[in-house]
């Protein structure tokens, strides 16, 4: 799909709590809706928290509550799309503030190409074999997941969105069933034996995010 | 009568599930309220309520998988005239 260059606001959030990014995503929901504000991409960290959606199954978190935050991780319930997952350090958070109405207004389309700006980076510049996987949304390098999507949309606008593990500890997601799959997460420096700067990966992504979508950014703040 | 419909939710999309009510039947509701959420995949979308009125039916319930074009609820719309409307505004 072709769609006129639109203007696209980045802003880096830097490490930021769950809930108050969240907040400021509610209230750009509400900006971009009735268009006092252009589309605006959230880049940003996680002190550790474990998070779910509406439909998670309490058998998805396997430890219980006291020993989750025990371990300092805080535990929230929240509106987007997917089940169980865990965001931390180490883990670039990103969180479109879209206009779909825009970009064909197709909720598949669009994850699917939140999974291309992630996709494409990783196989042009870091050599990786990232790929999608049919019916199990996400970013896939071999049998490892890397890449979590979950989405909500209001008003043909989204919010929430994607994270990508760059350099996490493996056993925070010990804790839980990530998506509530057995599946096996591994982060970007997990292929590596030089460390990728979580910085450099962001900015990548979100030159790719602004051309899968083809937007020009115009504004924001870039300094990771 | 409003029928509210489970839109149009992009190529592929033939079913969704009723994720979550915000409001029980019988609550009064304004147009373009959140009504009810719809899940699909890992996705959550709102069903905006499409007019003012009383929730009088829930036809699709939480945990229900309903097809595009489904009957979700039905709202008796408001009946009170632009007259009305401005004589409580005065």
């Known amino acids: 799909m072709a769609y006129a260059d639109l203007p696209l606001k980045v802003l880096n959030l830097g490490l930021i709590p769950y809930a108050e990014a969240c907040n400021l995503q509610k209230k750009l929901v509400e900006e971009v809706a009735c268009g006092v504000s252009v589309n605006t991409l959230l880049v940003c960290q996680h002190p550790a928290v474990i998070t779910y959606g509406r439909r998670c199954g309490h058998d998805h978190i396997l430890v219980s509550e006291n020993e989750i935050r025990r371990r300092g991780i805080e535990l929230c319930q929240t509106d987007r799309g997917g089940d169980v997952t865990y965001h931390g350090p180490g883990q670039a958070v990103f969180y479109p503030i879209f206009d779909l109405k825009k970009i064909g207004q197709d909720l598949h389309y669009y994850m699917r190409m939140l999974e291309e700006a992630a996709i494409a980076p990783l196989k042009e510049h870091f050599g990786l074999n990232a790929y999608r996987r049919e019916g199990m949304t996400g970013v896939w390098i071999g049998p490892y997941k890397v890449g979590f999507i979950g989405i909500a949309v209001k008003k043909w606008v989204s919010y929430h969105g994607m994270s990508l593990n760059v350099g996490v500890d493996p056993e925070f997601f010990s804790l839980i069933k990530p998506c509530g799959l057995d599946v096996k997460v591994a982060s970007i420096n997990d292929f590596f034996s030089d460390e990728v700067q979580l910085e450099t990966i962001c900015d990548m992504i979100v030159e790719q995010m602004a051309h899968v979508f083809q937007f020009e950014v115009t504004g924001g703040s870039r300094q990771w | ?90």
């Open chain 2, 1 to 90: 009568m409003v029928k509210v419909y489970l839109p149009e939710l992009g190529e592929g999309v033939a079913k969704a599930t009723v994720s979550y009510w915000y409001v029980e039947e019988g609550a009064t509701v304004t147009e373009g309220s959140e009504l009810v959420e719809v899940s699909t995949d890992k996705a959550t979308f709102n069903v905006p309520a499409p007019c003012s009125g009383n929730v009088i039916e829930i036809v699709a319930h939480e945990g229900d998988v309903v097809e595009i074009g489904a009957v979700l609820a039905v709202i008796e719309e408001d009946t009170v005239s632009e007259s009305e409307e401005e004589a409580e505004g005065a």
